[in-house]
């Protein structure tokens, strides 16, 4: 993988975070879920956002054969929110639930149609444009070998947190395949 052309996957919203939580001060309160809550119904219209403060939510998709395909995994100071059903007001495609026993603001997102929270509505959408293009480009112009040698050594953090069956998902290849890449790679 050539990392002269590669944008930097997620780990960016710190400052953004940042800002958020100052600007919500203390007038939402944290709110701890155990893994596998689920905080949004596929098929359901989505009225919160969910700032990440420590554990793992992800953003999944269940399959008519019972099968889930990933679209994300959001991490510490990341802001867990299907954007395009927001912006479109649809149902949400995904399902979002806690992959890692987590702490969240949970942030309702009417907050952001008030005036005042506009610059931050705009930071939140110029951030996911870039992570989306950096993500897109990660999976388009990558093979799933270079995928996974990227996350062992740009988001190792990101390893540790995820089981072996979600880092598959989030490369977009079977388990089988992730396990003989690590086989290769002297890693199982």
């Known amino acids: 993988m050539n990392h002269r052309h590669t ?3 997620g780990d960016s919203y710190a400052v953004l975070a940042r800002d958020l939580k100052l600007k919500l001060g203390e007038q939402y309160p944290i709110k701890q879920f155990s893994r596998d809550t689920v905080l949004l119904q596929q098929g359901q219209k989505q009225r919160f956002g969910y700032l990440i403060i420590d554990g793992v939510l992800g953003a999944l998709h269940s399959t008519a054969d019972g099968s889930q395909k990933c679209k994300e995994f959001y991490f510490k ?3 867990a929110l299907l954007f395009a059903n927001w912006l479109a007001d649809t149902d949400a495609f995904y399902q979002l639930k806690v992959i890692k026993a987590a702490t969240v603001i949970v942030v309702p997102l009417s907050l952001f149609e008030q005036s ?3 610059d931050i509505k705009v930071k939140l959408i ?3 444009l870039i992570f989306k293009e950096a993500k897109e480009a990660f999976l388009l112009l990558n093979s799933p070998e270079q995928r996974y040698r990227y996350l062992l050594l740009q988001k190792p953090h990101w390893l540790a947190q ?3 069956i979600e880092v598959a998902m ?3 290849i079977s388990a089988i395949s992730l396990s003989r890449i690590r086989k290769r790679l002297n890693l199982s």
């Open 7 to 9: 944008i930097e996957l």
């Open 116 to 118: 005042k929270w506009q």
């Open 170 to 172: 989030y490369i977009g």
């Open 162 to 164: 995820l089981s072996l």
């Open 77 to 79: 100071d990341e802001f």
């Open 126 to 128: 110029t951030q996911q």
